[in-house]
Nanobody
Framework: QVQLVESGGGLVQAGGSLRVSCAAS????????MGWFRQAPGKEREFVAA????????YYADSVKGRFTISRDNAKNTVYLQMNSLKPEDTAVYYC???????????????????WGQGTQVTVSS
């Protein structure tokens, strides 16, 4: 079992940057595939980025590719999402997710993840 706690959200102007973090407790985060998802009011939760446990392969939604970077520091049991060139449409609650079972090609599918954090709000003003 793992517990996930996100932090680092906040209010930023369009074009700015934020880094959100996901600290894992319990089993070491290197045992998990990790992902970031987001949910805006009235919308479904959507995939943002994912990173595999071993090789560290990364995957991104088309809407954030080139602007966001997912990374992990296994020594700190933490996964990061660096967000640059933020747009108002990036406004959402950002959730960290983890799974012991390799996600394979379904890294974008929320139901493949077993553990979720409580979320952190990111608001981008125009």
């Amino acid at each position: 079992q793992v517990q996930l706690v996100e932090s680092g959200g906040g209010l930023v102007q369009a074009g700015g940057s934020l880094r959100v973090s996901c600290a894992a407790s319990g089993r070491t985060s290197s045992s998990y595939d990790m992902g970031w998802f987001r949910q805006a009011p009235g919308k479904e939760r959507e995939f943002v980025a994912a990173i595999r446990r071993s090789v560290g392969s990364t995957y991104y939604a088309d809407s954030v590719k080139g602007r966001f970077t997912i990374s992990r520091d296994n020594a700190k049991n933490t996964v990061y999402l660096q967000m640059n060139s933020l747009k108002p449409e990036d406004t959402a609650v950002y959730y960290c997710a983890a799974t012991l079972v390799p996600v394979g090609s379904y890294y974008y599918y929320p139901r493949r993840y077993d553990y979720w954090g409580q979320g952190t709000q990111v608001t981008v003003s125009s």
